[in-house]
Each structure stands twice: as structure tokens, then as C-alpha cells.
């Protein structure tokens, strides 16, 4: 077999010189051949992981707020003297409203002034209004800073895909997403078992306490170590330094044009929702993402309602049943680190060329798991069979979640690399929307429909989606050749 090539990347890339040719530029500024150490792909390895790992730690700190005041929530509205479940449910779902909003700026932001001073200023933004959901004083302020919470934490959330595309090749990236996905999925049932025993303990007011010491000490380990690694950034940077020390004002970096700033932003903000809008696969993918998402996190936000009416659970006991969901992911993560390089690897072989579309493989384990265990949970609940049956169901739920979570995320880095950010950004519109507001559809629909059917009606939508799966997976690469947008120039 001859040498591998690669697909034509379809992340809106423009040529090499200013006139839309191949023709090299002598004005243009690029890195100093492959192996040029400035380059953040180049950097030591131990270096591109400690990044990583730091990333996803504190998309961990920032992210385990998502969920963690789910079983307080009866404390929290017992102090603010209320009994309206539905805005007790809306305390823990309107955080990730605001991680839907947060992208919409935060992402394409980060493809104008860099990752890290978006990093920093998210940061610092996550933890002022963590400490501003400790000290409030009405439940209508817990929403709103909960809200802006969101909008903050979402900047980690997002970013770190772009982070994963700046620094680690693509035979990598499946096992660098899979380390991104541990702190993303892990955080939000992590949460609630620490929030059920620390809201008993101290009360609800520690939870967020606790979150802003763990956040505000990741920020500042974040601010200290992470260095700069999105490519045309650096290139821009590079460029400043030549036109300066050469005298010549026509150096430019590779792949940009001037533009006055308003117009650039402009194009970024606009870029997120052209993508969801207009590349179907994009589309498909995010529909598909967010029901999951969503599913997921109605489960989380009514946890403790069935635990502790239907099988008597304390507050303190009440995160052993966040607990299924928590091996899910463990087990799947373990598995999914793997598969997902390796089957990609298949393909290539296989195939003899590299395409985006590889990814999308392992969805299938997903589209299984996640109906089946569904089913198992709502009928096992529904016939009050011992509670550590339905919580096996969830370990089942969550097996499936890391294999939609990780492929979706792979396959947008591969499919939009310079673009990543904004190409997430474009699911996580759709996510952050479906997550927030489906939970308050739960108890309305359990108490109409029964646990059974309840669940069953989700499982359906799961099947049918996840069936969907099998049609990106041999027709994406038509669409999105069919259906692609020039990111540059919109």
C-alpha cells in the first residue's frame, strides 16, 4: 500500500497567498518548516499533556457546579421559604442555559485573541459568582448567578476542544478527548454525591463554598502554567515581531487577512450558528448530542425526588444514587479512551486515507447502551424493584453517553480543526437548551405518564436518533463536502 494521505481538511482554511492561489507569498508568515519548536504541536510531549491534564481539571472544578446543589435543592427551598419544585428544578438547569449562551461568544473569541486570556478572564468570572450564589439572599438571586455561573464555566467547556486541537495530532486526539471527557462527564455526578453530604453536614451554602476554593485554585494554577497554544495567534504574534525588527508593514500570518476588529468579530459570533445552520452533519449531530445531554441531566435534577420518595432515601444517603452513572462513565471512559483511536486507525489502514468521518464509528455503542438502559430504569422503577436494579440501569445509560460524547467532539476537531471552538460551540447551542429544559418537563411527565412510560418515551427518541447515527457515518463526508461554508469569509 502506498502512503497514507490525508482527506482535504474542511475547516476553512484559506491558501497559502492573498489571491485565493497555491502560489507562495514571500509577505506571508508561517511556522519555521515542520519541525519548528514554536509550534504548539512540536512542543515537548510532557508538556502538550500537563496542559491537557490541567484543562481538563479545570473543566472538572468548574463543571462539577452543574449539578452538585441537585440534592439540596429541598433545603434550598425549604430556607427560602418555597414549595415550587419547578423553580427548585430550575435553580440546577438554568447553569446550563448559560453554558449555551457563554459559547456563542466565548468560543469564536478565542479564535481572534487566543485561548488563554479567555481561560484567565473565565476563570476569574466562574469563581466571583460562585461566591455570589454562597452569600445570596433570595432564591431569585441563586438563578440569576447561577445563570451567569454557566456563562462562565462554559468558557473550559468549550474551549478545551480547541486546546486538544492546538496541541495533540489527530491518531492522538481520541485518547486526549477521553482524558477531556473524565473531567466533563464525571463532574456533574460527582457533584451531587459530594453535595448530598456536605449540604446535610454544613448546609447548602458549603457547596458553593467548597466550589469556589477548588475553581479559584485551578484558575490560578491555570494562569501561571498555560502558555498560549492556538496556532494563528502565535503566527499573528510572530508576524508583529517581523513587521517590527524588518520594517516591512506587508507581513502577514498564514491563513489571515487584516480586518478592522468589528468585522472579525462579526464573522466569529456569526460563525457557531452558521455552522448549525447550514452544515447538516454539524446539525444532525448536535440534535442528537443534546437528547442525550438532556436526557442525562433530567435524570440527575430528579434523582432525588424518586430516591427519596419512592425508595426513602436520607439526605446524606441520597448520593449513592449518582453512583450508577458515575461507573457508567468510569467503565465506558476506559474503553472508549481506546476504541475510538484505534478504530480510527482501522479505517485508515483500511481505507488508505484519513477522513474525519472515522470517528463517528463507536456512536453505535451509544445508540444501544443508551435506549436499553432507559428501558431498565423506568420499568424497574415504576415496579419499585430494589433501588441498586435502576441504578445498574444508569451505569448502563452512562456506559453509552461516553460514546456519544467523545465521537462527537473528535469529529468536530478532525472536520473543523482551526475551528474547533466554534464548531463545539455549535452543539452546545442546542445542548446547553435541551439540558436546561427538559429536566422541567420531568416530574410533570413521571407524574402524568408513570416512571415506565415516562422513560420509554425517551428511549424512543433515543433510538430513533441514534439510529441517525449509522446515516452520518456513510453519507457524512458528502454532506459536509456538499453542504461546506468558507468559515473565513462569513
Known amino acids: 500500500m502506498g502512503e497514507l494521505k490525508k482527506a482535504p481538511d474542511v475547516d476553512g482554511s484559506l491558501p497559502s497567498s492573498t489571491d485565493g492561489t497555491n502560489v507562495p507569498n514571500s509577505n506571508e508568515v508561517d511556522w519555521d518548516g515542520l519541525d519548528d519548536p514554536h509550534n504548539p504541536r512540536n512542543w515537548p510531549a510532557w508538556r ?44 440546577i438547569t438554568i447553569e446550563l442555559l448559560g453554558t449555551g449562551v457563554g459559547p456563542v461568544f466565548m468560543g469564536p473569541m478565542s479564535e481572534i485573541v ?6 484567565n478572564c473565565a476563570n476569574l468570572a466562574f469563581c466571583g459568582f460562585t461566591i455570589g450564589c454562597a452569600l445570596t439572599p433570595t432564591l431569585a438571586g ?26 495533540v ?39 458553593f463554598w467548597l466550589l469556589s476554593i477548588l475553581s479559584g485554585t485551578m484558575g490560578l494554577i491555570c494562569a501561571v502554567t498555560y502558555r498560549e497554544t492556538y496556532g494563528p495567534v502565535l503566527l499573528e504574534r510572530k508576524a508583529k ?12 500570518a498564514k491563513g489571515q487577512r487584516q480586518l478592522a476588529l468589528s468585522a472579525l468579530l462579526k464573522r466569529a459570533i456569526s460563525r457557531p450558528f452558521r455552522m448549525l445552520l447550514f452544515c447538516p452533519v454539524v446539525t444532525g449531530l448536535a440534535v442528537y448530542n443534546s437528547v442525550v445531554y438532556g436526557t442525562v441531566y433530567l435524570l440527575l435534577s430528579t434523582f432525588s425526588d424518586i430516591f427519596q420518595n419512592q425508595y426513602h432515601y436520607s439526605q446524606s444517603k441520597l448520593g449513592i444514587a449518582y453512583i450508577g452513572l458515575t461507573l457508567g462513565f468510569l467503565i465506558s471512559l476506559a474503553i472508549a479512551s481506546v476504541t475510538n483511536d484505534r478504530s480510527h486507525a482501522r479505517l485508515v489502514k483500511k481505507h488508505g486515507v484519513a477522513k474525519p468521518e472515522y470517528r463517528l464509528e463507536p456512536l453505535i455503542y451509544g445508540a444501544i447502551a443508551i435506549p436499553v438502559g432507559l428501558f431498565m430504569y423506568g420499568w424497574t422503577t415504576q415496579a419499585s424493584v430494589h433501588s441498586a436494579v435502576p441504578i445498574v440501569a444508569t451505569g ?47 416530574i410533570p411527565m413521571y407524574d402524568r405518564l408513570g416512571y415506565g412510560w415516562g422513560n420509554s418515551i425517551l428511549a424512543f427518541i433515543s433510538l430513533g436518533l441514534g439510529a441517525m447515527t449509522v446515516l452520518f457515518r456513510k453519507y457524512g463526508e458528502q454532506w459536509r463536502e456538499r453542504f461546506k461554508i468558507e468559515l473565513l469569509n462569513i
Open 241 to 252: 515581531k517581523l513587521r517590527k525588527a524588518t520594517g516591512n508593514p506587508e507581513l502577514y
Open 396 to 442: 448502563i445509560i452512562g456506559f453509552g453517553v461516553m460514546f456519544t460524547f467523545i465521537p462527537f467532539n473528535v469529529y468536530m476537531i478532525d472536520a473543523y480543526t482551526k475551528y474547533a471552538a466554534s464548531a463545539i460551540a455549535a452543539g452546545n447551542i442546542l445542548r446547553s437548551i435541551t439540558s436546561s429544559m427538559l429536566p422541567l418537563a420531568g
Open 142 to 167: 441563586l438563578i440569576v448567578f447561577r445563570f451567569l455561573q454557566g456563562c462562565a464555566a462554559s468558557c473550559n467547556l468549550n474551549n478545551a476542544g480547541g486546546t486538544i486541537a492546538d496541541l
Open 114 to 119: 487566543g485561548r488563554r486570556i479567555i481561560y
Open 169 to 207: 495530532s489527530i491518531r492522538h486526539r481520541g485518547f486526549a478527548m477521553s482524558m477531556y471527557s473524565a473531567g466533563f462527564m464525571l463532574s456533574p455526578v460527582v457533584g451531587p454525591i459530594v453535595g448530598s453530604f456536605l449540604s446535610a453536614a454544613a448546609g447548602w451554602r458549603w457547596i
Open 48 to 91: 502538550r499533556a500537563m496542559l491537557v491534564g490541567m484543562i481538563t481539571c479545570v473543566v472538572f472544578s468548574t463543571n462539577i457546579a452543574a449539578v452538585a446543589i441537585a440534592p439540596a435543592i429541598p433545603l434550598v427551598l425549604k430556607e427560602f421559604g418555597s414549595n415550587n419544585q419547578e423553580l427548585g428544578i430550575l435553580a
